[in-house]
């Protein structure tokens, strides 16, 4: 079964770095994109940025570039989303999620229960 | 920036038919890459509904069906039902980036 377990809640500060995470298990972590998608409360989904586990080659929305880094760890079976400085305007749902692409199918066929980050000024 | 957009909300009777459309601004959009859907029921994870423009993963009702027409889609919900209430997202790929919808959100009255 294919599972992606993500990291629990968190309570940050603006200004305060953090580091979340996306567990997989259940096929080969190498194989498939893991996508991160945001949600604001009361708002729809976003997409952020793309990571390759076999290179770590990643990509992002130019609407988060610059801001957040996406991360591998392959020994670890581990995908990771990091900010370097938090603002309150961050306090949303983090979803990681695998990308299936089938020819010119790009979708995400399993998600991460999500993350909660909550940034106080 | 490439865009997908939806109504923002939908709402109808149990057992009635819905559909929410979703059009895309760039020719990528369906003309080139797929559109897929996602069901977001409150308090969990996206769920796919529909990939490939038309087709349901295993354990997805036949009441829930989807269609492509040039750069536009639509999701069709027939025989609705009270958990069905939640909100829907398309989503495709133009090239470089991948985008969703900004989601519907469907009320059963």
């Known amino acids: 079964e294919v599972r992606l377990v993500q990291s629990g809640a968190e309570v940050k500060k603006s200004g305060e770095s953090l580091k979340i995470s996306c567990s997989v298990s259940?096929?080969?972590?190498?194989?498939?994109?893991i996508g991160w998608v945001r949600q604001v409360p009361g708002k729809g989904l976003e997409w952020m940025a793309m990571i390759s586990p076999s290179d770590s080659d990643s990509n992002y929305s130019p609407s988060f570039q610059g801001h957040v880094i996406v991360s591998a760890d392959k020994s670890a079976n581990s995908a990771s989303l990091q900010w370097g400085s938090l603002e309150a305007s961050d306090t949303a749902i983090y979803f990681c999620a695998r990308l299936r692409i089938v020819g010119n199918r790009h979708y995400f066929d399993s998600w991460g229960q999500g993350t909660l980050v909550t940034v106080s000024s | 920036q490439s865009v997908l957009t939806q109504p923002p909300s939908v709402s109808g009777a149990p057992g009635q038919r819905l559909t929410i459309s979703c059009t895309g601004s760039?020719?990528?959009?369906?003309?080139?890459?797929?559109f897929h859907w996602y069901q977001h029921l409150p308090g969990g994870a996206p769920k796919l509904l529909i990939y490939g423009n038309s087709n349901r993963p295993s354990g997805v009702p036949a009441r829930f069906s989807a269609s492509r027409s040039g750069t536009s889609a639509s999701l069709a919900i027939t025989g609705l039902q009270a958990d069905d209430e939640g909100d829907y997202y398309c989503q495709s790929y133009d090239g470089s980036h991948w985008v969703f919808g900004g989601g519907t959100k469907v009320t059963v009255l």
């Open positions: 259940g096929y080969g972590f190498t194989s498939y994109r």
């Open positions: 760039s020719s990528s959009f369906g003309a080139v890459y797929d």
